[in-house]
């Protein structure tokens, strides 16, 4: 899978990986940024963060890093916010190919970052390295109130103690290429993972997807979708 990937820009100026074999991108194609902040930060991180000040993020394809990059930049500017991040990928990037993707250049750019004082691009490069340099297998402190741990593996062979979980990103490959990964079973385990209250949210609203997540005891709300995607969903461990 390593070898069949390439960089592409989408279609809002960002990066993203496109796996060839399976005609299949890591992010939308319509926009990668826009998407990972429409449902990973603002339907997800900022839906939630009124609950509590103090939370556990899951995410299912640590990828490009760009979903644990935005949320490292949330608890940066929201010092009072502490996160533990856990994520797992079974195939990590190469440090060829994190070097190349922009997105801090991009999101520097943006006008809720572009006005932070004395936070430029070359800070939000460094501190973007820093996520994919951080060791696998154990926990690193990369903020007094931001830690990050990195499992090189197989979510279906992962497991976590039960009510540990806030948020989960889910950011798997489509139901069409990794179905197995969109069952009841493993929907199942990620609800028990999950403290009473928590979410998830994720790109794929498909059918069988609601269907599993309800079938697997989660309450499913479709919510409207970035650029170029009718709908997403949002589902609360109740």
Not at 8 to 26: H, M, P, R, V, W
Not at 137 to 162: C, I, M, R, T, Y
């Amino acid at each position: 899978m390593n070898d069949s990937r390439e960089i592409i820009i989408s279609a809002d100026g960002s990066s993203t990986l496109k796996l060839n074999e399976f005609d299949e991108c890591f992010h939308s194609i319509n926009g990668a940024l826009s998407e990972s902040l429409h449902i990973y930060l603002h339907s997800g991180l900022e839906f939630y963060i009124t609950s509590g000040k103090e939370l556990t993020i899951f995410e299912m394809g640590f990828g490009t890093g760009l979903n644990a990059f935005l949320t490292f930049l949330y608890a940066k500017f929201h010092p009072y916010v502490k996160i533990t991040y856990i994520t797992i990928e079974k195939f990590p990037l190469r440090e060829f190919e994190y070097k190349e993707l922009n997105y801090p250049e991009r999101i520097a750019s943006l006008p809720e970052y572009a006005c932070m004082e004395n936070y430029d691009k070359e800070c939000m490069e460094n501190h973007f390295l820093a996520l994919h340099k951080a060791s696998w297998g154990s926990v690193q402190n990369l903020l007094p109130n931001f830690s990050l741990e990195k499992v090189q593996g197989d979510l279906l062979d992962f497991e976590l103690a039960p009510n540990k979980i806030d948020i989960i990103y889910y950011d798997a490959f489509s139901p069409n290429i990794q179905p197995e990964l969109w069952d009841t079973r493993l929907f199942g385990k990620l609800f028990h993972w999950m403290i009473p209250g928590g979410i998830l949210v994720t790109y794929s609203s498909k059918g069988i997807v609601k269907q599993a997540l309800r079938d697997s005891g989660f309450m499913v709300k479709r919510l409207p979708g970035p650029a170029g995607k009718k709908h997403i969903v949002r589902a609360i461990r109740p």
